[in-house]
């Protein structure tokens, strides 16, 4: 997710590197070069719900391109499989993937699914009536997205929906997770903004064909779009207004499709979320009073106040089904053994990156105490009594988006002294992530170079990674809601063949999968589902199409979707594995 759809994907990232087997490290910090984002004053632009206010939002985004049909594509069923592919390996190398762990089954009823988000997939950006996101903004701002890449077309899932449904279900996928736009609900986001009909009516219509072809939908209420009209008004999730126009808008939802969606998130990995428009270029659209150092605990306050309040309808509603939200990151293991120093960077780490969001609303309502001993009132706004009693048990499950586990290291200089200094490079969270063991070995296996500074490949760490997870924040349902893989140099083949030969990802997804039946039988972890990063190749965030995340190839001349290895190999895992 992210990842990016994923987690981290958005951020800048710190990480240590021995450059030696000494304790000496170098720092390496992956930043994006600020320069020239362009947006109005926050404020400056009036409420005006006319056509003539939408164009307005539009101009500030500029010319999209169109796509190149218009309307909804009905695929001819049954849709074509290829041949299996051939063994990768020697049986006495590598099992098949009917023939890992023959013996073990997942529960009843377990989610095999795939994910997707609205602004990667959809594309039709301006069609029937949706208002502008941030994304369609931060497309076009000088390195905002790596290789200068768009969302205004790319798979244009928003009219190839059917075709994407037939094909997931032909190998036997039984859920699909996927976002709904904010924008396309309410253009110009606000309670008392009108709805956009056409908007409602599209995921009516997507909701239904996945229910006719036996795909669950999994509904997310934000990934990340948020609707460039309330970021323009009042500075989106860094204003306390955010939170009765989020209500607002879940309700509407909520009221449209109950009974049909029985799985919902209100957001998808949070802490990212809020971490990224902190940095270049949604810095630029902070709330009066708001800035770079507070923005992403400013963003936590109001976005778990909304969680909270989406929550409350939900129930008050009676909406058939579960909600809860994406958490992102890892709980982390100590880089060096019995240092006491890396011990407690774990517990900031786990604290600041899931505890953040999963203390309130698993344990406690409140913040973490490392973060609110570490953070003034000015930067982590308090809760109050009764806040904390909605926080409280405002999830009916926990989802972890788990695509990989690192290390975790205290500063060099120690904790004491960057806790004490809030000057210090690390500070507030005083941790580094490591991506190699104390003797130099790295912890996993690397993707694609536009990922590598967050993803490694860690089947070995996945099992205590869920296992940690469940004793932090213990619940009776557990979903692996986003996992998976960039293919090495996969943006760079042209031959078809050398595609959709994904071995990378397909030894990713079958060792995690392994793991994960381990973890079901062996640590009796209450996993119920996980859904595949991606159904398809997609629009990853900042590194834009060139991220291959998807386990369909999607050719961005024609459109045409191919199945790749670790597609078949999915189907072929799953259909062994799943209880009858």
Same mark, same amino acid.
């Given at each position: 997710?992210?990842?990016?759809?994923?987690?981290?994907?958005?951020?800048?990232?710190r990480f240590l590197l021995p450059a030696s087997t000494t304790l000496s490290f170098t720092t390496i910090e992956v930043v994006v070069t600020p320069t020239g984002a362009n947006f109005p004053p926050v404020g400056s632009i009036p409420q005006d719900f006319s056509p003539t206010g939408l164009q307005r939002l539009w101009d500030v985004v500029g010319p999209v391109e169109?796509?190149?049909?218009?309307?909804?594509?009905?695929?001819?069923?049954?849709?074509?499989?290829?041949?299996?592919?051939?063994?990768?390996?020697?049986?006495?190398?590598?099992?098949?993937?009917?023939?890992?762990?023959?013996?073990?089954?997942?529960?009843?009823?377990?989610?095999?699914?795939?994910?997707?988000?609205?602004?990667?997939?959809?594309?039709?950006?301006?069609?029937?009536?949706?208002?502008?996101?941030?994304?369609?903004?931060?497309?076009?701002?000088?390195?905002?997205?790596?290789?200068?890449?768009?969302?205004?077309?790319?798979?244009?899932?928003?009219?190839?929906?059917?075709?994407?449904?037939?094909?997931?279900?032909?190998?036997?996928?039984?859920?699909?997770?996927?976002?709904?736009?904010?924008?396309?609900?309410?253009?110009?986001?606000?309670?008392?903004?009108?709805?956009?009909?056409?908007?409602?009516?599209?995921?009516?219509?997507?909701?239904?064909?996945?229910?006719? !072809?036996?795909?669950?939908?999994?509904?997310?209420?934000?990934?990340?779009?948020?609707?460039?009209?309330?970021?323009?008004?009042?500075?989106?999730?860094?204003?306390?207004?955010?939170?009765?126009?989020?209500?607002?808008?879940?309700?509407?939802?909520?009221?449209?499709y109950n009974g049909r969606v029985k799985t919902w998130y209100t957001f998808n990995e949070p802490r990212v979320y809020c971490s990224q428009i902190a940095g270049y270029p949604f810095n630029v659209s902070l709330a009066p009073g708001v800035n770079s150092s507070t923005a992403p605990y400013q963003c936590e306050y109001n976005l778990l106040r909304a969680h909270a309040?989406?929550?409350?309808?939900?129930?008050?509603?009676?909406?058939?089904?579960?909600?809860?939200?994406?958490?992102?990151?890892?709980?982390?293991?100590?880089?060096?053994?019995?240092?006491?120093?890396?011990?407690?960077?774990?517990?900031?780490?786990?604290?600041?990156?899931?505890?953040?969001?999963?203390?309130?609303?698993?344990?406690?309502?409140?913040?973490?105490?490392?973060?609110?001993?570490?953070?003034?009132?000015?930067?982590?706004?308090?809760?109050?009594?009764?806040?904390?009693?909605?926080?409280?048990?405002?999830?009916?499950?926990?989802?972890?988006?788990?695509?990989?586990?690192?290390?975790?290291?205290?500063?060099?200089?120690?904790?004491?002294?960057?806790?004490?200094?809030?000057?210090?490079?690390?500070?507030?969270?005083?941790?580094?992530?490591?991506?190699?063991?104390?003797?130099?070995?790295?912890?996993?296996?690397?993707?694609?170079?536009?990922?590598?500074?967050?993803?490694?490949?860690?089947?070995?760490?996945?099992?205590?990674?869920?296992?940690?997870?469940?004793?932090?924040?213990?619940?009776?349902?557990?979903?692996?809601?986003?996992?998976?893989?960039?293919?090495?140099?996969?943006?760079?083949?042209?031959?078809?063949?050398?595609?959709?030969?994904?071995?990378?990802?397909?030894?990713?997804?079958?060792?995690?999968?392994?793991?994960?039946?381990?973890?079901?039988?062996?640590?009796?972890?209450?996993?119920?589902?996980?859904?595949?990063?991606?159904?398809?190749? !997609?629009?990853?965030?900042?590194?834009?199409?060139?991220?291959?995340?998807?386990?369909?190839?999607?050719?961005?001349?024609?459109?045409?979707?191919?199945?790749?290895?670790?597609?078949?190999?999915?189907?072929?895992?799953?259909?062994?594995?799943?209880?009858?």
């Amino acid at each position: 997710m992210l990842s990016c759809s994923l987690p981290c994907k958005m951020q800048p990232r710190r990480f240590l590197l021995p450059a030696s087997t000494t304790l000496s490290f170098t720092t390496i910090e992956v930043v994006v070069t600020p320069t020239g984002a362009n947006f109005p004053p926050v404020g400056s632009i009036p409420q005006d719900f006319s056509p003539t206010g939408l164009q307005r939002l539009w101009d500030v985004v500029g010319p999209v391109e169109p796509p190149p049909y218009t309307t909804t594509r009905v695929p001819q069923l049954p849709i074509p499989l290829p041949s299996a592919p051939p063994a990768l390996y020697p049986s006495w190398f590598s099992p098949t993937p009917s023939d890992i762990l023959p013996n073990l089954t997942l529960p009843k009823g377990f989610f095999f699914g795939v994910a997707t988000a609205a602004y990667q997939v959809e594309g039709a950006v301006k069609n029937e009536g949706k208002g502008p996101t941030m994304w369609d903004w931060n497309s076009r701002q000088p390195n905002g997205v790596v290789d200068n890449t768009t969302g205004d077309v790319v798979d244009l899932q928003y009219f190839l929906y059917k075709e994407d449904v037939a094909r997931v279900a032909a190998i036997g996928v039984n859920a699909h997770a996927f976002s709904i736009s904010w924008a396309r609900i309410f253009p110009f986001g606000t309670a008392d903004s009108p709805v956009n009909q056409a908007g409602l009516d599209h995921y009516s219509d997507l909701i239904d064909y996945h229910l006719q !072809n036996g795909v669950e939908p999994v509904a997310t209420l934000f990934h990340w779009d948020t609707p460039l009209s309330v970021q323009a008004y009042y500075g989106g999730f860094t204003s306390p207004r955010i939170v009765n126009d989020f209500v607002n808008y879940a309700k509407a939802v909520f009221k449209a499709y109950n009974g049909r969606v029985k799985t919902w998130y209100t957001f998808n990995e949070p802490r990212v979320y809020c971490s990224q428009i902190a940095g270049y270029p949604f810095n630029v659209s902070l709330a009066p009073g708001v800035n770079s150092s507070t923005a992403p605990y400013q963003c936590e306050y109001n976005l778990l106040r909304a969680h909270a309040g989406v929550v409350k309808a939900f129930r008050d509603m009676k909406i058939e089904g579960e909600i809860s939200f994406k958490n992102d990151d890892f709980v982390g293991i100590p880089w060096r053994s019995n240092n006491t120093d890396d011990a407690a960077a774990v517990e900031r780490h786990a604290a600041f990156r899931i505890g953040v969001f999963s203390d309130p609303a698993y344990k406690t309502g409140d913040w973490p105490k490392i973060m609110t001993d570490t953070l003034p009132p000015s930067y982590l706004p308090r809760f109050t009594e009764q806040e904390k009693k909605d926080n409280l048990g405002s999830a009916d499950f926990f989802a972890i988006d788990s695509y990989r586990t690192q290390f975790i290291a205290a500063p060099p200089d120690g904790l004491a002294a960057c806790i004490s200094n809030t000057s210090h490079p690390l500070w507030p969270e005083c941790h580094s992530v490591v991506l190699v063991d104390p003797n130099g070995w790295a912890a996993g296996i690397s993707p694609d170079p536009l990922s590598d500074s967050w993803l490694q490949a860690t089947p070995n760490f996945l099992r205590q990674s869920l296992r940690d997870l469940q004793a932090r924040w213990p619940t009776k349902k557990m979903y692996i809601s986003e996992f998976g893989f960039v293919e090495p140099f996969e943006e760079l083949r042209t031959d078809l063949f050398r595609i959709t030969e994904d071995v990378t990802r397909t030894n990713y997804f079958m060792s995690y999968l392994g793991e994960i039946l381990l973890a079901i039988h062996e640590d009796k972890l209450p996993i119920a589902g996980i859904f595949a990063w991606a159904m398809i190749d !997609n629009a990853e965030w900042s590194s834009g199409t060139s991220a291959k995340f998807g386990i369909q190839y999607v050719n961005y001349t024609t459109l045409e979707r191919t199945y790749k290895r670790s597609a078949l190999s999915l189907s072929e895992f799953f259909k062994v594995h799943l209880e009858k």
